[in-house]
């Protein structure tokens, strides 16, 4: 069965300082994959999806980067931090092998909350 | 993606149905209508979604209109364990498509 791993759970750094979010999914093959971020009581806001290794589409301008350096990898990164990167960060993959839920349902992540002070 | 328009928010009571209503009224023929809920501190769960056909599986029933523009979830007995933000989205069935959530609709199950 697949399952997605995100980590850390939980992150307080400070302002100015780097960040690194990873994602993993196993059971699959060549996902779609999607960082998602909350801010508190808002919405989600799509950042980052990629359909395959190297191929990152960014929705928003912002202070972050997405890499996907293997097939089932997806990392999201800051160099320095902002107050307003805060927020509840959600890795998903979709399936693109076919199923009624392997494709074309996202399945989340626990999500990684993100504190900048 | 077509947009979607669902209410900020609706109380039901605990052990009756639940019904959520949204519209899409802008939805291409090969989109899809799917729904998510996410409870408090948790990443989305994928609930149900039909084309045009009403769905049914141990979570909901989906109700589509004939037009298609708009839709029903029904959550048939609901729980306090219910009590979630529900999101409507319409997108096509295809590999490479973005998922777009709006603001969904905040659901409160009372005892």
């Known amino acids: 069965s697949q399952t997605i791993h995100q980590w850390p759970a939980t992150l307080v750094q400070p302002v100015g300082s780097p960040l690194s979010l990873e994602c993993t999914v196993e059971g699959t093959s060549n996902p779609n994959l999607y960082w998602y971020r909350q801010a508190a009581g808002r919405g989600l806001q799509l950042l980052f999806y990629s359909v395959g290794i190297g191929q990152i589409s960014s929705e928003v301008p912002q202070n972050l980067s997405a890499s996907r350096p293997q097939d089932r990898q997806f990392i999201l990164s800051s160099k320095k931090l902002l107050l307003s990167d805060s927020g509840f960060y959600l890795c998903?993959?979709?399936?693109?092998?076919?199923?009624?839920?392997?494709?074309?349902?996202?399945?989340f992540g626990a999500g990684s909350r993100l504190t900048v002070l | 993606d077509a947009k979607t328009t669902q209410p900020t928010s609706m109380d039901c009571a605990e052990g009756r149905a639940a019904n959520l209503p949204c519209n899409h009224s802008t939805i291409s023929g090969n989109e899809y209508v799917y729904w998510y809920r996410q409870i408090h501190s948790q990443g989305p769960q994928y609930i149900i979604h039909?084309?045009?056909n009403n769905e049914t599986n141990e979570m909901a029933s989906l109700i589509i209109t004939e037009d298609r523009k708009s839709s029903t979830l029904i959550l048939p007995h609901a729980t306090l364990r219910d009590t979630a933000v529900y999101y409507c989205i319409v997108s096509v069935k295809a590999a490479g498509n973005k998922l777009t959530f709006g603001g969904g609709t905040r659901v409160l199950v009372k005892p």
């Open positions: 998903a993959w979709r399936g693109t092998s076919g199923g009624a839920l392997g494709a074309n349902v996202l399945t």
């Open positions: 039909g084309l045009k």
